[in-house]
C-alpha cells in the first residue's frame, strides 16, 4: 500500500507540473506513469491501484499531449 501511494503522489505531483508549464515536465509525468506501471505487482494483488492507473493514464496522456501542442505553437516551423 505505501509503494502504491507514493507512486500516486508522484504522478499527481507531476501532473501539477505540467499544469504549472513548468519546463520539461511532460516527460517526467510520462516516466512517472510508466515507472507505476512498472512497479505494479500482479493485478490481483493491487486492484484498487490498477483501477485507479487505468483511471489517470488517459487523462495524463492527454495532459501532455496539450501541454506539447501549446508550447510548439509558439515555434516556428521547421522547413
Do not use: T
Not at 507512486?7 to 515507472?35: I, K
Amino acid at each position: 500500500m505505501r509503494r502504491s501511494n507514493r507512486l500516486q503522489d508522484d504522478v499527481y505531483r507531476n501532473m501539477y507540473l505540467v499544469e504549472s508549464r513548468r519546463p520539461g515536465s511532460e516527460m517526467a509525468l510520462a516516466l512517472a506513469l510508466l515507472h507505476a506501471w512498472n512497479e505494479m505487482g500482479s493485478p490481483a494483488e493491487d486492484e484498487e491501484f490498477l483501477r485507479w492507473l487505468q483511471q489517470i493514464c488517459p487523462l495524463c496522456v492527454m495532459m501532455i499531449e496539450d501541454s506539447l501542442d501549446k508550447s510548439s505553437a509558439g515555434r516556428p516551423a521547421i522547413p
